[in-house]
């Protein structure tokens, strides 16, 4: 596909952010190092997890010295400077696009505590700890969209700490993520001086609803396979339409507020039988981030074909999806609740993985 591709994406609006972070990655210099991304693959962000920190500091050497360095501290504490420094480090490294961008773009998202998802008040003490901690102008607080994460968000923006919103499945849900980030805006003293993203979830959808298709396996329900998430993030694409081209957005804008925009996130592809540039190609349009791991950002430089702007007016085609499936008594609903709950659950997981790792790690630099 090549760069002039890649260039054609950012020109229709849509911002490429790799969601991948290991210290191997920040300090490297072949292909798949953040500096190369930058410079070559037009990435201008980061997200993160805390499975992708699971898995760089579980698998890479690099940290061992900080480590043993911390021997003595408890496990929490080291995984918190082990993930700070890192991030920070990937913020400096993207701080020239975050000032060419105007803090559009350079951003590098970290999550709080994903234990935390359902305590309001914990989840904005620990925004607003990372925020101090890492000292960056171009950081953002990743807060999980439970209920309880709503109230948060919309404290953490109200004192101008800019937030990337996270585990978004639900048309329903994002509506509310919508209304809590208004609100923040509303209730910060310099609104132009936050930024956030609202991260909907794609390939998981796909992976629910194909499972009950299947299952049916009816023609009707044949036709559906692999529609119901790209339909969803259409839908949710328009609600972005009307909720920032409405006249109580116009007044926050005049004042110098920034758009809350989609980021598509969860996008490599889990069917191998589905096009692997499916969740890039598909969701191209204005205001919009694509966050992908290093496999979809291979393929996409490898062999994706872009077609400009494949969502704007196309909404017709996702509400006869969700029809479809309505039809066949799948409820989108239903999967959407049940995969919130997933996530989370799969995140504080992947955290307590990151602890015992941790844990050993320091109990053997202790010999």
Not at 58 to 76: F, H, P, R
Request: charged residues 25%; contains cysteine.
């Amino acid at each position: 596909m090549g760069l002039a591709s890649l260039e054609e994406l950012q020109g229709c609006a849509t911002s490429f952010w790799l969601d991948d972070l290991s210290r191997a990655k920040i300090s490297g210099t072949d292909a798949h190092s953040l500096p190369s991304r930058i410079a070559t693959s037009a990435v201008v962000g980061v997200t993160t997890n805390p499975s992708i920190f699971s898995s760089a500091i579980s698998n890479g050497s690099e940290y061992a010295q900080d480590i043993e360095q911390m021997k003595g501290s408890s496990v929490d504490d080291v995984i918190e400077k082990l993930t700070t420094d890192d991030v920070r480090a990937a913020c400096d490294l993207l701080y020239p696009i975050y000032k060419t961008s105007k803090g559009i773009d350079g951003r590098v998202s970290i999550e709080v505590d994903p234990r935390l998802a359902h305590d309001t008040d914990a989840t904005i003490e620990a925004g607003q700890r990372l925020w101090k901690l890492i000292d960056r102008a171009n950081v953002m607080i990743k807060v999980p969209a439970t209920i309880e994460g709503l109230p948060a968000i919309t404290a953490l923006l109200a004192q101008g700490i800019s937030v990337n919103v996270t585990l978004i499945f639900s048309i329903k849900r994002y509506g509310q993520v919508i209304d809590a980030f208004i609100k923040g805006v509303k209730d910060c003293d310099d609104p132009s001086k936050i930024h956030s993203v609202a991260s909907f979830f794609i390939s998981r959808i796909d992976s629910s609803i194909d499972a009950k298709l299947k299952e049916n396996g009816s023609p009707d329900a044949t036709k559906l396979l692999g529609k119901a998430a790209i339909a969803n993030a259409h839908l949710a694409y328009q609600l972005f339409e009307n909720k920032f081209n409405s006249p109580q957005w116009s007044a926050l804008a005049s004042k110098g507020a920034h758009k809350q925009r989609p980021l598509w996130a969860s996008t490599g592809v889990k069917d191998p039988s589905y096009p692997d540039t499916a969740y890039v190609v598909e969701l191209i349009a204005p205001d919009t981030v694509n966050t992908m791991p290093q496999s979809t950002l291979d393929a996409l430089i490898d062999h994706g074909v872009l077609r400009g702007d494949t969502i704007t007016g196309r909404y017709q085609d996702a509400v006869e999806v969700l029809k479809g499936l309505s039809a066949l008594n799948i409820s989108l609903d239903d999967v959407t609740a049940e995969l919130e709950i997933d996530g989370v659950k799969k995140f504080a997981q992947a955290w307590s993985e990151l602890q015992n790792n941790v844990e050993t790690a320091l109990k053997s630099e202790q010999k």
